[in-house]
Every structure is written in structure tokens, then in C-alpha cells.
Antibody, heavy 117, light 111 residues
Framework: EVQLVQSGAELKKPGESLKISCKGS????????IGWVRQMPGKGLEWMGI????????RYSPSFQGQVTISADKSISTAYLQWSSLKASDIAIYFC??????????WGQGTLVTVSS | QSALTQPASVSGSPGQSITISCTGT?????????VSWYQQHPGKAPKLMIC???NRPSGVSNRFSGSKSGNTASLTISGLQAEDEADYYC???????????FGTGTKVTVL
């Protein structure tokens, strides 16, 4: 069974750094695509970026280029989403998803990020 | 890359059929068949309902069907049931960013 398990909810202060994770199992993680999606409170889904784990080819959506970093550690089948300096506007639920043939059939449970002073 | 355009809300009575449209451009929906649809219930992760414009993944009810004409994709839910009440998002590959883009989302209400 394919599973994506994300790290737990985070409460951070503005300006702090953060790295959240997404661990894949039940499939060939090193030869897959991972995507990260933001969902702000009461709003729709937004693609942040996608990564080809095999060759680290990473494509950021224009709104998120330079704002976050997507990475992965093949040895532990885990993908990451990282911020160097959080803002209040980063408050959202963040989902990871596994890509397959142009669709996204498997999703993590989501990680709630709260930023408050 | 702007979001694909969906109606904000669609409603129907139990047993009826409804259709949700998703309008893009020749760089996304009109340019290839990597069009998919997702259902999201409140507080839950999205669930893939349709891939490759019209294919249903294993386990998805055959009441859900997809199609495409030009730059517009559509999701039809037939025999509407209370459990279908959720938000629905279309998604497409886009050649502009060589990534993906979601639709604005449609809230389906079962009257």
C-alpha cells in the first residue's frame, strides 16, 4: 500500500526557519515525482512545486520561486519543504503528493503550519 | 500562470446529474491530456477522482466521469448522493512552467 506520512503540526514565530517532511512507503520512492501543495485557511489548492526524485529536477510555481526549497533524501524515502524565514502569510496546511503519469494519486495527511508572535 | 477557472459552486438534488467546468488555455488543458480531478472533504486530503481527462482510478465510483473539449475540461457526477458534497478541483499540466496548475475549486452542494 502506498503511503505518504507527513510530519506534525508546527507553531513558529515570524522570521524563524522550518523544514517539514513527507515520508513515502510502498512504492519506488527514488524513481518518482513528489509535489507540494499549499492550502491557506478557507482557500483552494495551490501547487508550490514538484520534484523528480531520481534526478532532483525541481520546478517551482512562480509565486513560490525563491520563497521555499524542496529537497529529498532518497536513502530514507523522505521529501522536504523548507522555509528560511517564515511570515504570517505562510499560515496554511501543506500537503505532499506522489505523481504518476501526470496525475497525483496519493497524498499525505497534511501539515498545519501556524506562524504567530 | 493563473489558476484554471471553475464555477464557485454547483448544486443538485439527490439522484440528479451535475457538471463542473474547468477552463484553461492551449498551454494547459487544450495542449495535452494530463487533466485530473480531485475531491476534497472538509479537513481531509484531496482524493484523485479522474486522471488523463476521463479515466477513473480503481475504486472510484462510475458515477464520476470526465471529458474535454478544446480548452475546457468537465467533471460530471451522475446519481448525485449526499456523500458527493465536497470541494472539487481540476488540475492540469502546463507547458508554461512545465509543472501543474489547479483550478479555482467548486463547492458541490447536495440539496
Amino acid at each position: 500500500e502506498v503511503q505518504l506520512v507527513q510530519s506534525g503540526a508546527e507553531l513558529k514565530k515570524p522570521g524563524e526557519s522550518l523544514k517539514i517532511s513527507c515520508k513515502g512507503s510502498g512504492y519506488n520512492f527514488p524513481n518518482s515525482w513528489i509535489g507540494w501543495v499549499r492550502q491557506m485557511p478557507g482557500k483552494g489548492l495551490e501547487w508550490m512545486g514538484i520534484m523528480n526524485i531520481a534526478n532532483s529536477d525541481t520546478r517551482y510555481s512562480p509565486s513560490f520561486q525563491g520563497q521555499v526549497t524542496i529537497s529529498a533524501d532518497k536513502s530514507i524515502s523522505t521529501a522536504y519543504l523548507q522555509w528560511s524565514s517564515l511570515k504570517a502569510s505562510d499560515i496554511a496546511i501543506y500537503f505532499c503528493a506522489r505523481g504518476e503519469n501526470g496525475a497525483w494519486p496519493n497524498w499525505g495527511q497534511g501539515t498545519l503550519v501556524t506562524v504567530s508572535s | 500562470q493563473s489558476a484554471l477557472t471553475q464555477p464557485a459552486s454547483v448544486s443538485g438534488s439527490p439522484g440528479q446529474s451535475i457538471t463542473i467546468s474547468c477552463t484553461g488555455t492551449s498551454s494547459d488543458i487544450g495542449g495535452h491530456n494530463y487533466v485530473s480531478w480531485y475531491q476534497q472533504h472538509p479537513g481531509k486530503a484531496p482524493k484523485l477522482m479522474i486522471c488523463d481527462v476521463s479515466n477513473r482510478p480503481s475504486g472510484v465510483s462510475n458515477r464520476f466521469s470526465g471529458s474535454k473539449s478544446g480548452n475546457t475540461a468537465s467533471l460530471t457526477i451522475s446519481g448525485l448522493q449526499a456523500e458527493d458534497e465536497a470541494d472539487y478541483y481540476c488540475n492540469s499540466y502546463t507547458s508554461i512552467t512545465t509543472s501543474h496548475v489547479f483550478g479555482t475549486g467548486t463547492k458541490v452542494t447536495v440539496l
